[in-house]
């Protein structure tokens, strides 16, 4: 199919969504289910690679159209939807709408995690100063972009207080947000470690957050065989803690 068009109507659209059906991969289709529950109805299986190819072909065309014409539910349509969307140069007022109108599809950590919009980085203040209705606003996708944003864009010199402030300040029993905060807080921890520490050690994560940052520290090979320890000293003051607290109950 001819992917660059100078206008999408919906009688293309429909031909896309035949097309993408026709390069999917029924084995990594059944891969991908068992990675994402619940999504069996919606996953096409098409690997990310051809995933991106395919929304690089699309935005040398007219994305407008495209964006107009887009009504897809299945994963692969969001993600290639967002990866479109987010490939435009624009101004501030239309990237912020674009951000939200992409979080609002999001229903699973795949889809979460593909689309990242370059232009943030030119509108970092402006960016910074809507992240709350995204980290505390409209359910736990909303709050895992909006923490995806801060790893993606905000683990600076400039920002990095900021960015920790505000991934301390979520308080989420949903898995997909706390391990995201860990892996926030893992990812900063490569350059700013000490900050990742103190946070750490504050308590002022929620201990979901902070078992999952210490497990991506753990875990990580970005992370000095030090600060390992040190995470795994941690670990245990926790653990004595919360075993002494059991006693005296």
Not at 182 to 211: M, N, Q
Request: glycine share 8%; charged share 30%.
């Amino acid at each position: 199919m001819e992917l660059i068009k100078t206008h999408w109507t919906d009688g293309d659209y429909a031909e896309f969504r035949g097309y993408l059906r026709s390069v999917s991969d029924e084995k990594y289709r059944a891969f991908h289910i068992s990675l994402v529950p619940g999504a069996e109805e919606r996953i096409i299986g098409i690997r990310i690679p051809t995933i991106r190819k395919i929304a690089k072909e699309i935005a040398k065309g007219d994305i407008d159209s495209f964006l107009k014409c887009s009504c897809g539910t299945a994963n692969e349509e969001i993600m290639i939807e967002g990866l479109v969307m987010a490939s435009r140069k624009c101004g501030c007022g239309e990237l912020i709408r674009d951000i939200f109108r992409f979080a609002g599809k999001i229903d699973n950590w795949a889809v979460n995690d593909v689309v990242k919009f370059p232009m943030i980085s030119k509108y970092r203040r402006e960016i910074a100063d809507v992240t709350d209705k995204l980290l505390f606003g409209s359910g736990p996708w909303h709050t895992r972009y909006g923490l995806k944003i801060l790893m993606d864009y905000y683990l600076d010199d400039e920002y990095i207080d900021f960015a920790l402030e505000k991934t301390a300040a979520v308080r989420s029993e949903e898995y997909y947000v706390y391990m995201m905060q860990g892996w926030l807080l893992a990812t900063a921890a490569v350059k700013y470690a000490e900050k990742v520490f103190e946070l750490l050690e504050s308590g002022r994560l929620t201990s979901d957050a902070a078992a999952a940052t210490m497990g991506k520290m753990r875990d990580s090979r970005r992370i000095s065989a030090a600060d390992k320890d040190r995470v795994q000293r941690i670990r245990n003051r926790i653990a004595k803690g919360t075993k002494g607290g059991n006693t005296d109950a």
